[in-house]
């Protein structure tokens, strides 16, 4: 099976959210990351579903997402044609290896004290795996990571078939 990033253009009210994954849920299709956030346009948030698959079932999940309502936009970002993601934050038990290895891998410290260590860390999935493996030699106290969060490259965007009116605001 292979991973997909779809990125879905959404009315931002309340219940969408659920209403989306609803959709995933009843079909039996596997989310395996989830981000949501809302867009330059506060009426509207853009979901990002990290999910597997074959094309097959990827058209059937826009067919499906494309039925509902408050889903204004769904987009395939394809892996070579986007940029994608993650932060991570990361609680660790304090010492001086441990701040060694946040300066070789450009995580940030955010809050440090004698008895632990929160760090951030930004870049791909396969970045932040990277990352989680080399500070296991540690002891981790908590993970709390987003999943992928991805925009398209170039000039497309997923704003580009929606109606704008004389404001410049997206019709809903």
Same mark, same amino acid.
């Given at each position: 099976?292979?991973?997909?990033?779809?990125?879905?253009?959404?009315?931002?009210?309340?219940?969408?959210?659920?209403?989306?994954?609803?959709?995933?849920?009843?079909?039996?299709?596997?989310?395996?990351?989830?981000?949501?956030?809302?867009?330059?346009?506060?009426?509207?948030?853009?979901?990002?579903?990290?999910?597997?698959?074959?094309?097959?079932?990827?058209?059937?999940?826009?067919?499906?997402?494309?039925?509902?309502? %408050?889903?204004?936009?769904?987009?395939?970002?394809?892996?070579? %044609?986007?940029?994608?993601?993650?932060?991570?934050?990361?609680?660790?038990?304090?010492?001086?290896?441990?701040?060694?290895?946040?300066?070789?891998?450009?995580?940030?410290?955010?809050?440090?004290?004698?008895?632990?260590?929160?760090?951030?860390?930004?870049?791909?999935?396969?970045?932040?795996? %990277?990352?989680?493996?080399?500070?296991?030699?540690?002891?981790?106290?908590?993970?709390?990571?987003?999943?992928?969060?991805?925009?398209?490259?170039?000039?497309?965007?997923?704003?580009? %078939?929606?109606?704008?009116?004389?404001?410049?605001?997206?019709?809903?």
């Amino acid at each position: 099976m292979e991973l997909y990033t779809l990125s879905v253009l959404v009315a931002n009210h309340f219940g969408t959210l659920t209403r989306v994954t609803n959709l995933f849920s009843r079909r039996g299709y596997n989310i395996k990351e989830l981000t949501v956030g809302e867009t330059e346009n506060p009426k509207l948030s853009r979901i990002t579903i990290v999910t597997e698959g074959d094309e097959p079932l990827l058209r059937q999940i826009r067919k499906q997402l494309s039925k509902l309502h %408050d889903v204004k936009a769904a987009k395939v970002l394809p892996f070579e %044609d986007s940029v994608s993601r993650e932060l991570l934050l990361v609680k660790v038990k304090a010492c001086p290896e441990v701040y060694d290895v946040l300066r070789k891998t450009r995580a940030v410290v955010l809050d440090g004290s004698d008895e632990c260590i929160i760090a951030e860390i930004t870049g791909e999935t396969k970045e932040i795996n %990277d990352f989680i493996e080399i500070i296991t030699k540690f002891d981790i106290l908590e993970i709390c990571r987003t999943g992928a969060t991805a925009l398209q490259k170039g000039g497309a965007n997923i704003n580009s %078939d929606l109606e704008v009116n004389g404001n410049g605001n997206y019709v809903l």
